[in-house]
């Protein structure tokens, strides 16, 4: 231990027993003062300290407002057409909860103040009052209302099924990364199956290239085109996204905090969520005017020791720009068997055309 | 029920002889084990909850100073922490296994030994019988085995620190796959184990108070105590009670698939797992099915630790103000719909797990629903001091503070409710900020009042009244600068459980404010050792109770003797004639219970 440690637990005993002795002779020099005079004195001054509390309290809400708005998200604005309406319940939520805890609050902190014990004062014998109670159970179910309409008619807005046409992307958490699968040119993603994953192998996914006698599996030929990535998502501006989203190992969490949503990725149970982003990562780079800016990809969901540094990263792009990038994604079929890239061209033409007709199976199976 | 009834008489018939042959020969039939180890006095139990309660507070504060040290300055070097936690700190840095075991740790403790069997055990234990007017529970035997298997408990839970894979890591809400895989984290190994053993002896423990609790309401109040007589403390331990015998169970039952799956093979929890480079045979199970029995015993535990404060908070506030309780009906009526509602929401915490939206709705309504008896509770306590004469003393300063939070706390879970918010703010700080407030620190507040309010019932002296308004005022001051700003990082989407952030773009701005937040931490955490210290310096040399009734309070407690022995009342017990709340009624200041209506009394 160093000498800092040392003197720092030496000054924190010495402050209690400065505390504690104060304390102590105060509880004599009240004992003779008689219990009624230091009960006076001590009223005073916590009835006075109260209306300071409200007072100070309310300026530094005020103050810490100031302070500290320009860290949030807000300023920004959404990145998202569907986070607007986050942002909006949240003001409307602000205003009337605000509004009632000033009320409150003030209501409280004024009446200890103002009702402090005086001499002469009469308690006011107010046992119930049928007309008050029934104001108050009235008015805030009225808000009430008005906040769970608004909000249901947004959730379900941002929970309705994703429009056709949306660009649509897998993605799988395992501990602690993120990976990424978008379908191909046939627009459908393989099957996969959780046994088959084998990561010497490039198989993250365990799409199901070859038939396997013991497992049961047959080659799913929609797989041969299917493109994986780790950690960075390329979406495009303006176009929906649709997450398909999956764990491998434990409950992890897509926490997308600049579109204003996040989603659960849980192991065996692939759920959804869709968006559609406003700003490319370069423009945001102007709004926010911070050169380092990124969409990134934060875990919410405690998954372990390395919850904290799993991180993903999302590119938001133009179509072009997604376009060129598409094109150089070699499919994750090559990468697992290098020997089959020659000879791609055909089979995998063939393979798509015959595979369409299972399309729609695949999807609803990775879509249940 | 019949058996148990007739069985509570009896005991009830008994004790009068016992107490009456202990006031006049001393205590030399009691030998220090059974007075003040294996008592079954209740007003001995529920000092045991308590100090044991302390215990843990003190324990799980400390956990919560580390990892805010850790939050605070992840940079810095603290040899001191090397040569308390060894391997966890090397170098005199938390490591992330160790910050997460410490955050997983101060959650269940907290939330479970500390504002659960702490609060509700101690008060529960020690106000039922006092303010029904019963010679003791309903079972003295079945209340100590309460406390003796949350001792057994704590052990076990206290022992999982030291074991070489340490405690587990997972989150206090333990979910699968991360708290039912070794592969997963090593605190899910052994650790996990202990946290499920103790976790199991804990529900026993509650089960074993709950009944009794409920039982002592229902069939032992005192001659003239109907039910709408109780004081609102009573109520409140009796909704408490329900909640607890209703959903503990069910957490019960999340526990042992939760084992069975770790250690019998079984797929109530697991499916599709490939970890550690291997795929785990396990399929068909859902790891969202153990978030659902979790969530139904979790969310009633909230209320489970915030209506006893609630109780407790209506009785002082009213005795402090020389005012009745304003609307003592829907006071009990506004708790009765929080105890119904309590079990209709626990879904509210699964918004983001793939849970249907069409059933999110239905739960985002009853959630909201849960501020209206809420608001009515605010405002009746508003109207009960309006007009008073109020006294500040330290108990009732800290029940001022409880509703202060519980505005504040409660305002904050509209928002958090509402699954269209929830969506963005699920998981993030602004939820931290939320519930330490509400639940947290409110109930801490609620229990400090009680203590305060009830300490010289119980030993007869006083607490130091400086020490008491200082400890008031720092916690009170430090709880907002703590939580307060934390809503700010919430909005800006900052995750809790993460060990650090500096490799986040988003969240390395809260750096100045997580360093403040810590420091605030620090200090109101050293306050509470003073408060402790106040306790126990207190009992032995505190200002001595020279009067029956110190605080002109009408409940039942006030007319036993200042140091009442097991029995509580020397005599007969008394007779009840009026409810607990006639302050300031026709001039007079106030009129226990025990006063018979008179001729000339106006009606209310």
Same mark, same amino acid.
């Given at each position: 231990?160093?000498?800092?440690?040392?003197?720092?637990?030496?000054?924190?005993?010495?402050?209690?027993?400065?505390?504690?002795?104060?304390?102590?002779?105060?509880?004599?020099?009240?004992?003779?003062?008689?219990?009624?005079?230091?009960?006076?004195?001590?009223?005073?001054?916590?009835?006075?300290?109260?209306?300071?509390?409200?007072?100070?309290?309310?300026?530094?809400?005020?103050?810490?407002?100031?302070?500290?708005?320009?860290?949030?998200?807000?300023?920004?604005?959404?990145?998202?057409?569907?986070?607007?309406?986050?942002?909006?319940?949240?003001?409307?939520?602000?205003?009337?909860?605000?509004?009632?805890?000033?009320?409150?609050?003030?209501?409280?902190?004024?009446?200890?103040?103002?009702?402090?014990?005086?001499?002469?004062?009469?308690?006011?014998?107010?046992?119930?009052?049928?007309?008050?109670?029934?104001?108050?159970?009235?008015?805030?179910?009225?808000?009430?209302?008005?906040?769970?309409?608004?909000?249901?008619?947004?959730?379900?807005?941002?929970?309705?099924?994703?429009?056709?046409?949306?660009?649509?992307?897998?993605?799988?958490?395992?501990?602690?990364?993120?990976?990424?699968?978008?379908?191909?040119?046939?627009?459908?993603?393989?099957?996969?199956?959780?046994?088959?994953?084998?990561?010497?192998?490039?198989?993250?996914?365990?799409?199901?290239?070859?038939?396997?006698?013991?497992?049961?599996?047959?080659?799913?030929?929609?797989?041969?085109?299917?493109?994986?990535?780790?950690?960075?998502?390329?979406?495009?501006?303006?176009?929906?996204?649709?997450?398909?989203?999956?764990?491998?190992?434990?409950?992890?969490?897509?926490?997308?905090?600049?579109?204003?949503?996040?989603?659960?990725?849980?192991?065996?149970?692939?759920?959804?969520?869709?968006?559609?982003?406003?700003?490319?990562?370069?423009?945001?780079?102007?709004?926010?005017?911070?050169?380092?800016?990124?969409?990134?990809?934060?875990?919410?969901?405690?998954?372990?020791?390395?919850?904290?540094?799993?991180?993903?990263?999302?590119?938001?792009?133009?179509?072009?720009?997604?376009?060129?990038?598409?094109?150089?994604?070699?499919?994750?079929?090559?990468?697992?068997?290098?020997?089959?890239?020659?000879?791609?061209?055909?089979?995998?033409?063939?393979?798509?055309?015959?595979?369409?007709?299972?399309?729609?199976?695949?999807?609803?199976?990775?879509?249940? | 029920?019949?058996?148990?009834?007739?069985?509570?008489?009896?005991?009830?018939?008994?004790?009068?002889?016992?107490?009456?042959?202990?006031?006049?020969?001393?205590?030399?039939?009691?030998?220090?084990?059974?007075?003040?180890?294996?008592?079954?006095?209740?007003?001995?139990?529920?000092?045991?909850?308590?100090?044991?309660?302390?215990?843990?507070?003190?324990?799980?504060?400390?956990?919560?100073?580390?990892?805010?040290?850790?939050?605070?300055?992840?940079?810095?070097?603290?040899?001191?922490?090397?040569?308390?936690?060894?391997?966890?700190?090397?170098?005199?840095?938390?490591?992330?296994?160790?910050?997460?075991?410490?955050?997983?740790?101060?959650?269940?403790?907290?939330?479970?030994?500390?504002?659960?069997?702490?609060?509700?055990?101690?008060?529960?234990?020690?106000?039922?019988?006092?303010?029904?007017?019963?010679?003791?529970?309903?079972?003295?035997?079945?209340?100590?085995?309460?406390?003796?298997?949350?001792?057994?408990?704590?052990?076990?839970?206290?022992?999982?620190?030291?074991?070489?894979?340490?405690?587990?890591?997972?989150?206090?809400?333990?979910?699968?796959?991360?708290?039912?895989?070794?592969?997963?984290?090593?605190?899910?190994?052994?650790?996990?184990?202990?946290?499920?053993?103790?976790?199991?002896?804990?529900?026993?423990? %509650?089960?074993?108070?709950?009944?009794?609790?409920?039982?002592?309401?229902?069939?032992?109040?005192?001659?003239?105590?109907?039910?709408?007589?109780? #004081?609102?403390?009573?109520?409140?331990?009796?909704?408490?009670?329900?909640?607890?015998?209703?959903?503990?169970?069910?957490?019960?039952?999340?526990?042992?698939?939760?084992?069975?799956?770790?250690?019998?093979?079984?797929?109530?929890?697991?499916?599709?797992?490939?970890?550690?480079?291997?795929?785990?045979?396990?399929?068909?199970?859902?790891?969202?099915?153990?978030?659902?029995?979790?969530?139904?015993?979790?969310?009633?535990?909230?209320?489970?630790?915030?209506?006893?404060?609630?109780?407790?908070?209506?009785?002082?506030?009213?005795?402090?103000?020389?005012?009745?309780?304003?609307?003592?009906?829907?006071?009990?009526?506004?708790?009765?719909?929080?105890?119904?509602?309590?079990?209709?929401?626990?879904?509210?915490?699964?918004?983001?797990?793939?849970?249907?939206?069409?059933?999110?709705?239905?739960?985002?309504?009853?959630?909201?629903?849960?501020?209206?008896?809420?608001?009515?509770?605010?405002?009746?306590?508003?109207?009960?001091?309006?007009?008073?004469?109020?006294?500040?003393?330290?108990?009732?300063?800290?029940?001022?503070?409880?509703?202060?939070?519980?505005? %504040?706390?409660?305002?904050?879970?509209?928002?958090?409710?509402?699954?269209?918010?929830?969506?963005?703010?699920?998981?993030?700080?602004?939820?931290?900020?939320?519930?330490?407030?509400?639940?947290?620190?409110?109930?801490?507040?609620?229990?400090?009042?009680?203590?305060?309010?009830?300490?010289?019932?119980?030993?007869?002296?006083?607490?130091?009244?400086?020490?008491?308004?200082?400890?008031?005022?720092?916690?009170?001051?430090?709880?907002?600068?703590?939580?307060?700003?934390?809503?700010?990082?919430?909005?800006?989407?900052?995750?809790?459980?993460?060990?650090?952030?500096?490799?986040?773009?988003?969240?390395?701005?809260?750096?100045?404010?997580?360093?403040?937040?810590?420091?605030?931490?620090?200090?109101?955490?050293?306050?509470?050792?003073?408060?402790?210290?106040?306790?126990?310096?207190?009992?032995?040399?505190?200002?001595?109770?020279?009067?029956?009734?110190?605080?002109?309070?009408?409940?039942?407690?006030?007319?036993?003797?200042?140091? #009442?022995?097991?029995?509580?009342?020397?005599?007969?017990?008394?007779?009840?004639?009026?409810?607990?709340?006639?302050?300031?009624?026709?001039?007079?200041?106030?009129?226990?219970?025990?006063? #018979?209506?008179?001729?000339?009394?106006?009606?209310?």
């Amino acid at each position: 231990m160093t000498t800092t440690t040392y003197l720092i637990i030496a000054a924190a005993v010495l402050v209690f027993i400065v505390i504690f002795q104060i304390s102590k002779a105060s509880e004599y020099v009240s004992v003779l003062k008689g219990e009624e005079t230091s009960r006076k004195q001590n009223n005073r001054i916590n009835g006075f300290m109260l209306l300071g509390f409200m007072i100070v309290g309310f300026i530094a809400v005020y103050y810490c407002n100031k302070l500290l708005y320009k860290t949030t998200l807000f300023p920004q604005g959404s990145a998202s057409v569907e986070g607007e309406d986050f942002d909006e319940m949240f003001m409307i939520t602000t205003a009337v909860t605000g509004l009632v805890f000033v009320l409150t609050q003030f209501l409280l902190f004024f009446f200890a103040w103002k009702y402090q014990e005086k001499e002469g004062r009469k308690a006011f014998y107010f046992p119930h009052n049928n007309k008050l109670e029934l104001i108050w159970t009235v008015v805030p179910a009225i808000f009430l209302t008005v906040l769970v309409v608004f909000g249901l008619r947004s959730w379900f807005r941002i929970t309705s099924d994703a429009p056709k046409g949306a660009l649509e992307v897998e993605i799988v958490g395992k501990q602690f990364g993120w990976m990424m699968r978008y379908p191909g040119k046939d627009k459908i993603f393989g099957k996969t199956y959780f046994r088959v994953i084998s990561d010497e192998n490039s198989n993250p996914f365990g799409q199901i290239f070859q038939d396997d006698e013991t497992l049961k599996l047959k080659a799913d030929p929609t797989n041969f085109d299917d493109v994986v990535t780790t950690q960075t998502m390329y979406i495009v501006k303006g176009r929906p996204v649709k997450l398909i989203i999956g764990s491998r190992d434990v409950i992890h969490d897509v926490g997308l905090n600049h579109f204003r949503l996040k989603m659960d990725a849980v192991p065996g149970i692939p759920t959804t969520l869709w968006f559609t982003p406003k700003y490319t990562t370069k423009e945001m780079k102007e709004r926010t005017g911070n050169p380092n800016f990124v969409y990134e990809i934060a875990c919410d969901q405690m998954c372990g020791n390395g919850h904290y540094s799993m991180k993903g990263i999302i590119e938001v792009v133009t179509q072009e720009e997604f376009d060129v990038w598409m094109a150089k994604q070699k499919p994750n079929y090559y990468t697992a068997f290098p020997d089959k890239e020659p000879g791609v061209v055909k089979p995998a033409a063939a393979d798509s055309t015959a595979a369409a007709t299972a399309a729609e199976k695949t999807t609803v199976a990775i879509n249940k | 029920m019949s058996n148990e009834t007739s069985h509570v008489h009896s005991s009830t018939v008994s004790v009068p002889h016992e107490t009456h042959h202990e006031v006049h020969h001393g205590h030399h039939h009691e030998t220090f084990l059974t007075k003040y180890v294996f008592s079954q006095d209740h007003k001995t139990i529920a000092k045991q909850f308590l100090i044991t309660g302390m215990f843990w507070a003190l324990l799980g504060g400390l956990f919560s100073v580390i990892f805010r040290l850790q939050l605070g300055f992840p940079d810095a070097k603290f040899p001191w922490m090397e040569a308390l936690l060894g391997e966890w700190a090397k170098g005199g840095q938390l490591q992330a296994e160790a910050y997460y075991a410490l955050v997983t740790m101060h959650g269940t403790v907290l939330v479970f030994f500390v504002l659960t069997a702490g609060l509700s055990g101690t008060f529960s234990n020690f106000l039922i019988p006092l303010q029904v007017g019963a010679r003791d529970m309903a079972s003295p035997f079945m209340n100590m085995l309460s406390y003796w298997f949350f001792f057994v408990a704590s052990i076990v839970m206290l022992s999982s620190l030291f074991v070489q894979t340490g405690p587990f890591s997972g989150g206090w809400t333990a979910y699968p796959p991360l708290s039912a895989l070794g592969e997963a984290s090593p605190g899910s190994k052994v650790g996990m184990d202990l946290w499920l053993v103790s976790m199991a002896l804990f529900v026993v423990s %509650s089960l074993l108070g709950g009944l009794n609790y409920i039982a002592t309401v229902l069939n032992m109040r005192t001659k003239g105590m109907s039910m709408t007589r109780l #004081p609102l403390t009573i109520w409140a331990f009796f909704f408490t009670a329900v909640l607890g015998v209703l959903s503990f169970p069910v957490l019960f039952s999340g526990f042992i698939l939760l084992i069975f799956d770790r250690h019998f093979g079984t797929s109530f929890y697991l499916s599709d797992i490939y970890i550690n480079g291997q795929a785990l045979p396990n399929e068909g199970g859902s790891a969202i099915l153990y978030q659902h029995l979790f969530w139904f015993l979790g969310h009633p535990e909230v209320y489970i630790i915030l209506l006893p404060a609630m109780g407790m908070a209506s009785e002082i506030l009213s005795v402090n103000s020389r005012k009745p309780i304003f609307g003592y009906m829907a006071m009990i009526g506004s708790l009765f719909a929080i105890t119904i509602l309590a079990f209709l929401v626990w879904a509210h915490h699964m918004f983001v797990t793939g849970l249907n939206p069409f059933l999110g709705a239905f739960f985002v309504l009853l959630t909201l629903l849960i501020a209206v008896p809420s608001a009515i509770k605010v405002f009746n306590w508003l109207t009960t001091i309006w007009r008073g004469n109020i006294r500040f003393t330290p108990a009732m300063l800290f029940a001022l503070g409880f509703v202060s939070l519980f505005i %504040s706390g409660g305002l904050t879970g509209i928002f958090l409710g509402n699954s269209a918010l929830d969506i963005q703010l699920h998981d993030t700080y602004f939820v931290i900020a939320h519930f330490h407030i509400v639940m947290g620190v409110a109930s801490m507040f609620g229990m400090f009042a009680g203590i305060y309010h009830w300490y010289p019932k119980m030993y007869g002296r006083y607490l130091n009244n400086t020490l008491g308004y200082i400890h008031f005022w720092v916690t009170m001051v430090g709880a907002y600068l703590i939580f307060w700003p934390m809503h700010y990082e919430g909005l800006a989407g900052m995750p809790r459980r993460y060990y650090k952030y500096d490799i986040w773009e988003s969240f390395k701005q809260f750096g100045e404010l997580n360093k403040f937040i810590s420091v605030v931490a620090i200090i109101v955490f050293l306050i509470q050792i003073l408060f402790i210290f106040n306790f126990f310096y207190s009992i032995w040399k505190g200002r001595k109770v020279t009067t029956q009734n110190p605080w002109g309070a009408n409940t039942l407690e006030w007319t036993t003797p200042i140091n #009442p022995g097991h029995g509580n009342w020397d005599g007969e017990i008394p007779e009840v004639h009026r409810w607990a709340y006639d302050y300031g009624k026709d001039g007079q200041d106030h009129i226990a219970q025990t006063v #018979p209506v008179s001729a000339n009394e106006s009606k209310h």
